[in-house]
């Protein structure tokens, strides 16, 4: 097993969004200016950079904001963090991982949001892009290798393929052959299937680890993470594997999110997954998803808020608000009270292969850290661009999300004493047979059924049929 072992500790600011996690870290700026402590502020994107800069503005903070719009940001970022002119820099998580990690040694890094810290690139490659990769590579056992003496040749290629993206020369090579070929440069381990009958197109594939972040980390003088929660998700997993351990910044606020009423409506039974597959099936003329969001809107009594795959196509969709997968740090939508929730989280079958590479090689399991990273710190995420964000707000607000992953882990973390209602749940037409089970929903079943809840809520809850429920009874009332 891969482990680095340092002596570091990471400060984790963890509170629920719009609770004043940032407003706690900007009034500390001065504090540790003053004290000597030149601070460096990370985010992840450019909008919520613009943000953090006007409230840093705003509030008499001098700051330096280095990102991308400002040309060479690297060279730029690494003179800035060596002088020292400025002791308050705004920048992007991607800038900071780009620069020399020893010019951090006298700096407060502070990360907001937590970072991507693992990948899990898949390229279907046709034909004549696969020529490409394997001119200059060999394939043995399912791994590609570059071949003897060719490596300053594909660095040269994937030089030149940068410099056409920058527009200063010309390049042949593909996004996803770049791609690959700087994964293996960077000694990543690539992987190919196996050539298919009558495909010529094979998927090449890897596990990218940004292992840069635990340099970072080990670098700056202190480390800071401001984030809704880091339990379960791959930067926790990964930050532990790699030695590190986690203590309560200073940065943490004493807020908490406002107490009106919340009610969370599942759109598929209890026991069930939410999943492309099963949105994407054919319901008459329609798609699932279709007659789920046409339910859920009428069930609505405003215009709610929409997150969704870009595979739903639903960007232009009238009677809601559109809003981007990715809102973290979006301020801008607290005048809403219902959100609805339409995207996955699930492994591919390519992720899944990811997945057990990464458990061989670490010896444990990072499934469950896959799906709070995709699918449940986002849900969170999406559900606290609402009102209930607001300290102020008494209305009643109205989640409409994926399955019971989603009820559970936002009932664990900041809406313990929200209503689940499951009535929406039962209309959804999505079809199963109610007599065979899969594990969690029995277990489902099972539970209800010890709660003496009746036959038919619990058909409606989890889709298993009344037959089976009435069979799973006896069975309970024997034991």
């Known amino acids: 097993m891969t482990q680095l072992r340092r002596l570091k500790s990471i400060y984790t600011a963890i509170a629920a969004p719009g609770t004043g996690k940032t407003e706690a870290f900007l009034s500390h700026v001065p504090i540790l200016?003053?004290?000597?402590?030149?601070?460096v502020l990370a985010l992840p994107t450019l909008i919520l950079s613009d943000d953090i800069a006007r409230r840093a503005s705003k509030a008499g903070i001098a700051y330096r904001t280095i990102d991308?719009?400002?040309?060479?940001?690297?060279?730029?970022?690494?003179?800035?963090?060596?002088?020292?002119?400025?002791?308050?820099?705004?920048?992007t998580q991607e800038s900071i991982r780009k620069v020399r990690h020893d010019l951090l040694h006298d700096?407060?890094?502070?990360?907001?949001?937590?970072p991507k810290v693992v990948d899990y690139p898949d390229y279907a490659v046709k034909p004549l892009e696969l020529k490409?990769?394997?001119?200059?590579?060999?394939?043995?056992?399912?791994?590609?290798?570059?071949?003897?003496?060719?490596?300053g040749a594909v660095r040269e290629q994937v030089s030149i393929n940068r410099a056409d993206a920058?527009?200063?020369?010309?390049?042949?090579?593909g996004r996803s052959a770049a791609h690959i070929f700087r994964?293996?440069?960077?000694?990543?381990?690539?992987f190919i299937d196996k050539p298919q009958p009558n495909n010529d197109v094979r998927h090449i594939r890897a596990v990218e680890e940004f292992t840069d972040w635990w340099g970072i980390f080990s670098s700056a003088m202190e480390s800071h993470i401001l984030a809704a929660s880091i339990k379960n998700s791959e930067f926790e997993v990964f930050a532990t594997v790699h030695g590190f351990i986690f203590k309560q910044s200073e940065f943490t606020p004493e807020g908490n999110l406002t107490t009106s009423a919340v009610t969370i409506y599942p759109i598929v039974q209890s026991g069930r997954k939410f999943s492309k597959k099963m949105m994407l099936a054919p319901h008459g003329e329609d798609r699932v998803i279709d007659v789920v969001l046409k339910q859920v809107t009428e069930h609505a009594s405003s215009t709610p808020l929409l997150f969704a795959n870009t595979w739903a196509g639903f960007q232009f969709t009238c009677g809601v608000e559109y809003v981007p997968k990715d809102c973290r740090g979006l301020n801008s939508y607290s005048h809403a009270t219902e959100a609805i929730l339409l995207f996955g989280g699930n492994p591919s079958p390519s992720d899944n292969l990811g997945l057990e590479y990464l458990g061989a090689k670490y010896g444990q399991d990072f499934k469950e850290a896959f799906i709070t990273t995709r699918l449940l710190e986002p849900s969170l995420q999406a559900v606290t661009r609402t009102a209930v964000r607001c300290h102020d707000n008494t209305k009643e607000a109205h989640f409409y999300v994926q399955d019971y992953r989603v009820v559970d882990y936002l009932q664990s973390t900041y809406f313990p004493h929200a209503t689940v209602d499951w009535s929406l749940a039962g209309a959804i037409p999505i079809k199963r047979d109610g007599r065979k089970l899969d594990e969690q929903t029995e277990e489902e079943a099972k539970r209800l059924i010890s709660l003496n809840t009746p036959t038919i809520q619990i058909h409606r809850q989890t889709g298993v049929s009344t037959k089976k429920i009435r069979k799973m009874k006896e069975i309970h009332k024997a034991a």
């Open 132 to 151: 490409r990769v394997l001119d200059f590579t060999d394939e043995l056992d399912g791994q590609l290798w570059i071949k003897h003496d060719l490596e």
């Open 183 to 190: 994964l293996l440069l960077s000694k990543v381990d690539v």
């Open 33 to 39: 200016i003053s004290a000597g402590k030149p601070v």
């Open 166 to 173: 920058q527009g200063t020369d010309c390049s042949t090579l």
């Open 107 to 114: 700096w407060v890094l502070v990360v907001d949001e937590l």
């Open 68 to 91: 991308q719009r400002c040309g060479a940001v690297v060279t730029t970022l690494e003179k800035a963090l060596k002088e020292k002119a400025d002791s308050f820099i705004i920048c």
